[in-house]
C-alpha cells in the first residue's frame, strides 16, 4: 500500500532514484534526490526540535533549491508550510500569517535583501541553519537513509499523519477579494499528481522548469510535490519573467515541461531560442486566458502547441488540462481540456441550480479527491462554496458534447447595467480583436447613478488612441449597452498583475474608481 502522506511517499521516490537529479536553480545549485533526502531529513530533525509545539511554519522564499528543502523539511517534520506571497504586500502577508497562527518564519538574507523586506525577530534564516549540520551529522544521516528500508526510514523521520490531515495552506490569489487560507490534506495533493502523471505520462528523464512561485498553488503542487514524488527533475527560476535565464536553464538541463501563464510565455517567445526549447515535450499554461495570437506564436517559434488548462486553489489545483495525445483526452482549441482522471465537473443553472446541463453556458462545479477540506477559520465562507459535496468555482462554462470544459466568464465578473447582467469577458474579447495582438486589455465596472454600473476598459496599444477603439467597437456587433463610453477607454502603460501572472482585478478595479473620482472633481 502506497504511503498515504507527502513526506512518507518522497522517502520512498528518493530511495528509488537515489542518483538522479532531483533539484536545481539558477545559482548553480543541484541535488540528486539522495542528497535532496538527506538534507530534508536533517532540516526536518531541526525543525522538530527548535519549533517543537509550532503547526504552522511561515516559508518566505523563492522558488528554488533552498525552497524547496524547507517545503519538504516541513512536511517530514510534521509541520504545515504557509508560503507567504511576497508580491502582495506587508498586509497581506500580516494577514496570512495572523490567520495560520505563524510564530517563526524561515526564510533568507539573501532573499530578503533582494525583494526588499526588512528582516524580523520572528525569523529564522535557512543560511544560518543550514551551515549548523556538520560532516558527522551529514554522514550518519547519509548512512541511515541509504541503508535502512523507506519504510522504516519513514517510520522514523516522517509522521504517521492520516492522509486527510492538512499538508499544507495556501492562500487564493485574492484577485477579485480577500485572500483565503485553502487547507490542502495530503490526500488533494497527492490525488492530484497522480492524476497528472497519469494524463501526462511523465518519464523519469522528464525535467521540468520550474518558475511559478511556491506560494502560488500550481507552484506548489506542480514544480515541487509532482516532480519529487514523480521522480522527476526539476529546475527553478524565481522570475518567471526573466526569459533570457529561463531559456538558458531549459538549454541547460534539456527540459521536457514548462509550466507558466500565457503573459510569461509571451517574454519567451520574444528572448528565448528555438534551441533551448528543442527538447520540450509539453509547454503547459494556465491562470488566465490563453489567446489565439500567444498560442499562435509559440507554435511558429518553438513548433509545439501550448496546452492550455484549468484550475484553482480549492482543487490543488488542476482540474482540466488539453493533451496532445487523443487517447489521453486530446485537445480543443478554445477549452481548457477535459477533466483530470478522478475529477468530476458539471455545469447548472446559475439560478436554480438544476443539471448538468450540456452545451449550455452555466455554473461550473468541480469535485474529487483534491478538492479542498476548507478554508481555515472560515466555516462559513466554506459552506457557501461546497454545495452537496461539490466546489462551486464561481466561473460561467460550457461542457461541450465530448467532456471540453471552455470558460466563459466569472461569475464576479458582470456588472448589472440597466437592469441587465454584462459579462466582462466577452466585451474583453471584442476589445482584444480590435487591438494589436501583441498588446491586452482588460474590463471593469464603476458605480454610475444611472445604470448603476459603467464599464471602463484599460488597455496597453499605445497606437490606438480611445476615440479609434470606440468608432471600431461601434462597427462590431456587440450590444450598444455593453460598450464602455469613449471616456472610460483608458490606455495605460501596463495591466497590474499579481506575482502568480493573473491580473489583479482588485488593482484594476481601484485604478477605475480613481480615475472616475478624478473625472467627477
Known amino acids: 500500500m502506497p504511503p498515504s502522506v507527502l513526506g512518507r511517499q518522497f522517502i520512498r521516490t528518493a530511495r528509488r532514484h537515489w542518483s538522479s537529479l532531483c533539484i536545481a536553480d539558477s545559482t548553480g545549485r543541484q541535488l540528486t534526490f539522495g542528497r535532496t533526502l538527506v538534507a530534508s531529513l536533517l532540516l526536518a530533525r531541526w525543525l522538530r526540535r527548535r519549533l517543537p509545539d509550532e503547526t504552522h511554519v511561515g516559508l518566505l522564499l523563492p522558488a528554488s533549491v533552498g525552497g524547496a528543502l524547507a517545503n519538504v523539511a516541513a512536511s517530514l517534520a510534521g509541520k504545515i508550510p504557509v508560503n507567504l506571497n511576497f508580491t502582495a504586500g506587508k498586509d497581506s502577508m500580516d494577514a496570512a500569517i495572523e490567520r495560520c497562527g505563524v510564530t517563526t518564519i524561515l526564510t533568507s538574507r539573501t532573499f530578503l535583501e533582494k525583494v526588499g523586506i526588512a528582516p524580523a525577530e520572528n525569523m529564522l534564516f535557512l543560511e544560518d541553519v543550514l551551515k549548523q549540520f556538520g560532516t558527522v551529522a551529514r554522514l550518519r544521516m547519509l548512512t541511515t537513509a541509504f541503508l535502512l528500508p523507506a519504510a522504516l526510514v519513514g517510520r522514523i523521520y516522517a509522521p504517521d499523519d492520516d492522509a486527510d490531515s492538512v499538508a499544507a495552506v495556501i492562500f487564493s490569489s485574492g484577485s477579485t477579494g480577500v485572500p483565503k487560507g485553502v487547507m490542502l490534506t495530503h490526500r488533494n495533493i497527492l490525488s492530484n499528481v497522480e492524476s497528472v502523471l497519469q494524463r501526462f505520462q511523465l518519464k523519469d528523464d522528464d525535467v521540468i522548469v520550474g518558475v511559478l512561485p ?287 501572472g493573473k491580473i489583479d482585478l482588485r488593482a484594476v478595479r481601484q485604478l477605475a474608481s480613481d480615475h472616475a473620482d478624478e473625472a467627477a472633481s
Open 214 to 500: 511556491f506560494f502560488h498553488s500550481f507552484g506548489f503542487t506542480g514544480t515541487i510535490w509532482l516532480p519529487l514524488v514523480g521522480g522527476l527533475a526539476v529546475v527553478y527560476h524565481p522570475n518567471p519573467t526573466d526569459a533570457k535565464t529561463i531559456g538558458e536553464l531549459a538549454g541547460r538541463y534539456r527540459a521536457t515541461v514548462l509550466i507558466s501563464t500565457p503573459t510569461f510565455c509571451g517574454s519567451y517567445i520574444r528572448k528565448c531560442t528555438p534551441e533551448q526549447f528543442a527538447h520540450l515535450r509539453y509547454a503547459i499554461v494556465g491562470a488566465e486566458k490563453l489567446r489565439g495570437p500567444v498560442a499562435d506564436a509559440f507554435k511558429e517559434r518553438f513548433g509545439l502547441d501550448l496546452l492550455e488548462g484549468y484550475g484553482c486553489t480549492e482543487m490543488a489545483p488542476v482540474v482540466a488540462v488539453n493533451v496532445p495525445d487523443v487517447e489521453r483526452g486530446g485537445a480543443r482549441l478554445g477549452s481548457v481540456g477535459r477533466p483530470l482522471p478522478g475529477v468530476a465537473a458539471k455545469i447548472v443553472d446559475l439560478t436554480t441550480g438544476e443539471g448538468p446541463l450540456i452545451g449550455q453556458e452555466g455554473l461550473l462545479l468541480v469535485n474529487g479527491p483534491n478538492r479542498m477540506k476548507g478554508y481555515l477559520g472560515e466555516p462559513d465562507k466554506t459552506r457557501e462554496v461546497l454545495r452537496d459535496g461539490w466546489y462551486v468555482t464561481g466561473d460561467i462554462a460550457l461542457i461541450d458534447e465530448d467532456g471540453f470544459i471552455h470558460i466563459t466568464d466569472r461569475l464576479a465578473r458582470f456588472s448589472k447595467i440597466g437592469g441587465e447582467m454584462v459579462p466582462h469577458m466577452k466585451v474583453e474579447q471584442q476589445i482584444q480583436e480590435l487591438l494589436d495582438p501583441h498588446f491586452t486589455c482588460v474590463v471593469t465596472a464603476v458605480s454610475d447613478a444611472a445604470k448603476g454600473e459603467r464599464l471602463v476598459a484599460f488597455y496597453t496599444d499605445p497606437a490606438v488612441t480611445p476615440q479609434a477603439l470606440w468608432e471600431r467597437l461601434c462597427r462590431t456587433e456587440l450590444p450598444r449597452l455593453w460598450m464602455p463610453k469613449r471616456e472610460d477607454l483608458r490606455p495605460i502603460e501596463a495591466i497590474p498583475t499579481l506575482g502568480t
